[in-house]
């Protein structure tokens, strides 16, 4: 029945039936995350670290309305310029599936499209969650749910501050989904190391980790694992300059009524221009830093 709807590319078929260690990875930062040609530039070398760390990179998107697992070169290309590519969360997938259309896949579908073909492990940069002033617009991002239910760790810098942090923890913290900080007592704020939330879990390896994600699995725990990476240091932005272009990205968006999924996007495109690039920059270092620990964590819990 699946076959209907899957396309899993022959080179991550193979490596998913021999129990290979295999990296997915998302395709709304790519369409939507980061501008052309920068994104495809950047998905093209995160696959590349993926490899030369041992494993198998499965990029996932919707195109012509299939669930596609593992992009070719041109179908990366494709999705990095063209302009009627959809964000495509939970919610999104029946509609595109359905009409034949093209699709970017936010954490939340990349994770549903993963566990469908049996990939456990997927690199992103950040994950969404719930947003500043939810108390009052209810912006909780579907990633958080997903997260709850679905079966796949997810390898991230963390989250951006134009959330609301403190209360995307306690959401997770409901819902029983680990936040485990890689190598840091603290969660990570994507541009930055720092954050001020303190985290309860840690991990300094990527063979321990395996093990603690294998046990939840092992006792059927339903859902998925946050890893918090943080940006490599020589990369990190300093906190108050990039706090600052935040809260200037979070006004303009207010004053000019964004809103819904478009949330994201306009902000972390508008970040990138006040800031002259340096979030896009730091955006990129800290990918690169996720796809190393991602296919590490891959290659340990494919030898458990
Ligand atoms: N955070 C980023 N870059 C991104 C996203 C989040 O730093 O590109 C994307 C991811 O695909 C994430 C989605 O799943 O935004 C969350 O969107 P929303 O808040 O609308 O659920
Ligand atoms: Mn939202």
Redesign the pocket.
Known sequence: MLDKYLDINPEVAEAIKNKKAVVAL?S??IS??MPYPQNVETARKVEEIVRSRGAIPATIAILNGKLKVGLTDEELEFLGNAKNVAKV?RRDIPFIVGKGLNGAT???STMIIAEMAGIKVFV?????GVHRNAQQTFDI???LTELAQTNVAVICAGA?SILDLGLTLEYLETHGVPVVGYGTDELPA?YTRQSGFKLVHRSDNANELAKIIKSKWDLNLQGGVVIANPIPEEYAMDFDYINDAIETALKEAKLRGVSG?E??PFL?AYIKRITHGKSLDA?IQLVYNNAKVGAELAVELSRL
């Open positions: 998302e709304t930062i939507h995350g969360s936010t954490v939340a992103t940069g950040g994950i969404g991002s579907a990633d951006k994507f999924k949330t994201t972390l955006n």
